[in-house]
């Protein structure tokens, strides 16, 4: 069994009077609005982009010191295409554009059956 220390003892802390300051209660704040619960999904998307911030963290300066390094660094130019290059592709572009031309000119008879029907499948349940 402990004993309390006597205000005399040389152990014993000094206590403050009964209408001291130090002696009243401690006010609370002002309570706040509760706040709603987070969801499950809001959770999961915070902690994912804490996660990967901290990823990143260690790859700052690297980042930045490639980043330094290709700003320096200039790639020249593509060079221009020989003319062979850009007869064939201006053909070429002649040709893609003569396929859709067809394609959109071409109508379909009133009534006439459709190529396809979209129909969602139902997701197969796990065992």
Same mark, same amino acid.
């Given at each position: ?6 205000? #005399?003892? /040389? ?24 706040? /709603? /619960? ?10 994912? #982009? ?42 070429? @572009? @002649? ?5 859709? @031309? ?24 796990? @065992?």
């Amino acid at each position: 069994m402990r004993t309390r220390p006597s205000p #005399s003892s /040389p152990g014993a802390a000094a206590q403050p009077a009964e209408g001291s300051p130090e002696r009243r209660p401690k006010e609370r704040p002002a309570a706040r609005a509760p706040r /709603p /619960p987070v969801s499950r999904r809001r959770f999961m998307a915070l902690l994912a #982009s804490a996660s990967a911030a901290s990823l990143a963290a260690p790859a700052r300066p690297l980042i930045a010191a490639a980043g330094a390094a290709t700003a320096t660094r200039r790639l020249p130019p593509a060079p221009a295409p020989t003319p062979r290059v850009a007869a064939e592709i201006e053909k070429q @572009k @002649k040709y893609v554009a003569d396929t859709l @031309k067809v394609l959109r000119d071409f109508s379909l008879p009133p009534g006439s059956p459709m190529a396809f029907e979209f129909q969602p499948m139902r997701a197969k349940r796990g @065992k």
